[in-house]
């Protein structure tokens, strides 16, 4: 097939935009203060827009939106740390009890199990799977702590978010222009498609998930301080993070709900687990669809398999990114087809 000046300028452009995705590869341990910004701008920028619209200059949107984000979080540092905090400190005082129940509840249902008519073959693998499932679990666990530790660790690069969020915030339109006049006329109408498909699925992704998160994780608490299950609010706000993760998110945030009702009583625990089971359901059939609706626009296997892809290349910060760099990949080879077409 004989080449085209069409076809040689889509070339030209896919092997620029090979290079920048292998340059942002080699210098993606930097990145993050970035990629937090930009999460901070699609959660400002509709704020920024209303204030806009009623008449200010965006540069003072923003400034009043810095103001009033500030004040709130400063308010809900007073009101919520401390309970916070007073959760954690028991916490830490409960856990030698909390690890000497899980024992003694481990070894009954251990000498259980090996009283049980259950053949020797079938007990190995019952054994090597619960094995398995532990020291994934721990695993898990760690990663979780490094990855908030090596967050924290980026003291420099968080500070720095705010402002680079404010550049986002203010000169996004110049960004955009600047990038328009990149490319030839007639491909103008097509990338302009694309970023709002690309921004109709990072704010399903970012407002939208952050939305229902903040929600599962007002339910959780909710339900289990009616429960009367010890250190509601933490295992409230680590459910509602974990649910950002999805389809596995919610099952690993009820497990240590469960589990700490578990060694109250297993009536507890069953109520526990009936109301994740309730929660979840709820989410996936009600608030979800309201709120993300068909934005992402991913099949159910596509978002698994770049979970686990993005847990594998980089953890736990791999399994958040991993979704949305699957769907805004999808929106760009759409229009990349429509444009070889």
Known sequence: MQLTKKHFRLILVLLFLSAIVYFLWLVRSSLYPFLIALFLVYLLNPGVCYLENKGLSRGWSIALLYVVVFAVFVLGTTRLVPIFVNDLENFAKELPHIFKKGEELLYLIQSQYQNSVIPYSMRVAIDDSMLALQQAGQSFARELAGSIMGLLSHVIGLAITPILAYYFLRDGHSIKEGIFRLVPCHWRNELTQALKDIDTVLSGIIRGQLTVA????????????????????LIGIAAGLLDIIPYFGAFIGAAPAVTLALLESPVLALKVAILFLVIHQLEGSVIAPKILGESVGLHPLTVIFFLFAGGELFGIIGMLLGVPVAAVGKVLVKHSIKLLL
């Open 214 to 233: 903040l929600i599962v994780g007002v339910l959780v608490s909710s339900g289990l301080y009616l429960f009367h299950v010890p250190f509601a609010l």
